[in-house]
Structures are given as C-alpha cells and as structure tokens.
C-alpha cells in the first residue's frame, strides 16, 4: 500500500540553527500539506500546495518558515532559524486534489525538539 | 471561522465496553467530517468519515453519523479492544475557497484496560 514518506524521523536541533524535513507524498497525489501538531493538541495547517502552486499559508510565520515544491512532487519545509516553541511534531499528509474533498494520508511525522 | 471541540481525556475503559467521544463543530459552509485515529509515535490515520448531513461513516467497529441539526459527530464503538488504545481525533473539511484543509479538535485519548 502506497504511503506518505517522511524523514528524519527524529531531529533535535539547538535554538538558532536551521532545519529542514523532507516529504514524498503517495504517487499522483496533486495535493500536499504541511501540519504541525504541538504535543496534547490537534494539527494546524502550516501551509498547502496544489502542484507546485502554493494554495493556502496564512498559518505559516514567515519570518523564519519556508516550503517549497519545485516539481510538484516532493516537498521541503524549512526553519531558520529554530525557536523553542517550535518543538513539535511536523505531518506531511497528500490527498487527490481537485474540487472534491478527498482524504488526506498522512506521513509518520518528523518530531523536533529545539534545545 | 471553523472549529471542532471534543470530549476531554483521557477516556479509561474495560475492554468489551461500550465506547462514546463527544464532537460537536462549527462551520461557516457544509463540511465533510472525519475521525483519525493516532497511535503512539505514528502519524494520523483515517478512520472513518461522513460528506454530507445524515450519513454514517464506518470502519472496524466503529461508527459516527453527521448530525447537521445538531452539528455533531459522535465516535462509537459496542465493544472496545485493548488495542483500540489510541488518541482519536474529530475534524472537518470544507470547500469554501478551494482549500479543503482539515480543522482539528484537540484529541481524545482513550485506554482500554484488561
């Protein structure tokens, strides 16, 4: 069965440095998203792409957040640099896309602790 | 805006007990609702889901109906397992600009005990 691949896993990075996790979503997935989901609480969105096309990033402090998906494929979020709050754990999920609402797979997670 | 409150947790059951989570929402359009279910160290899993008003979603013992009059979308189950040990989570979707982005509840972590 196809799934949303994720990594690294783990990573705990020190206050100020930069980091970045890496999502592959389920072949032919058009659309992708970035959650992030503080411990005890439900995921927030942090930012969709339909393609390669940016859809909705209100929730994405932009100041130090960046993603990008340059082929429409894979994707990368990026933080830099790295603040205590931002200890979290980090789902990419895919779906089909389009107009329908289809259901969102989601990855294992990538879980950062900032020290 | 969207939203989803669920019942607070952790919820402790014996196994072979009758399961209910309590979620309610508020919508601005008509959403598709959801239940994902997190096992510990995992990503979120889809459990069952509902599109439109009156609808039962279903999946390995479990079942919610979309009740638009009373904007809820309850989890139960007639007989829980200890491996049903899990953090449920209730959201919704909606079609309002395109996005389809899923709004989270809080999470509902429930023990099932022998």
């Known amino acids: 069965e196809a799934e949303v691949a994720q990594s690294p896993r783990y990573k705990i990075t020190e206050k100020s440095q930069a980091v970045a996790f890496w999502c592959d979503p389920i072949s032919g997935h058009a659309t992708l998203y970035w959650y992030r989901q503080i411990l005890g609480q439900g995921p927030e969105l942090l930012v969709q792409?339909?393609?390669?096309?940016?859809?909705?990033d209100s929730q994405l402090p932009k100041d130090r957040f960046s993603a990008e998906r340059l082929k429409g494929v894979d994707s990368t979020l990026k933080i830099q640099p790295a603040e205590l709050g931002d200890s979290a754990m980090y789902l990419c999920?895919?779906?089909?896309?389009?107009?329908?609402?289809?259901?969102?797979?989601f990855g294992p997670g990538t879980r950062l602790t900032v020290t | 805006g969207n939203s989803v409150t669920q019942m607070e947790g952790p919820v402790t059951l014996s196994e072979e007990a009758f399961l209910t989570i309590n979620c309610t929402y508020t919508a601005t359009g008509y959403p598709s609702l959801f239940w994902y279910v997190q096992y510990p160290g995992e990503g979120l899993q889809l459990l069952l889901k509902?599109?439109?008003?009156?609808d039962k979603g279903s999946n390995k013992g479990f079942e919610a109906t979309y009740r638009k009059e009373t904007t809820s979308f309850h989890l139960e189950k007639g007989s829980v397992q200890v491996s049903d040990s899990a953090v449920y989570f209730c959201a919704l979707s909606d079609r309002l600009g395109g996005g389809n982005k899923l709004t989270f509840g809080t999470g509902t972590q429930l023990k099932v005990e022998l």
């Open positions: 792409f339909q393609d390669e096309s940016v859809v909705d």
């Open positions: 999920a895919s779906s089909l896309g389009g107009g329908q609402v289809f259901e969102q797979y």
């Open positions: 509902a599109t439109k008003a009156d």
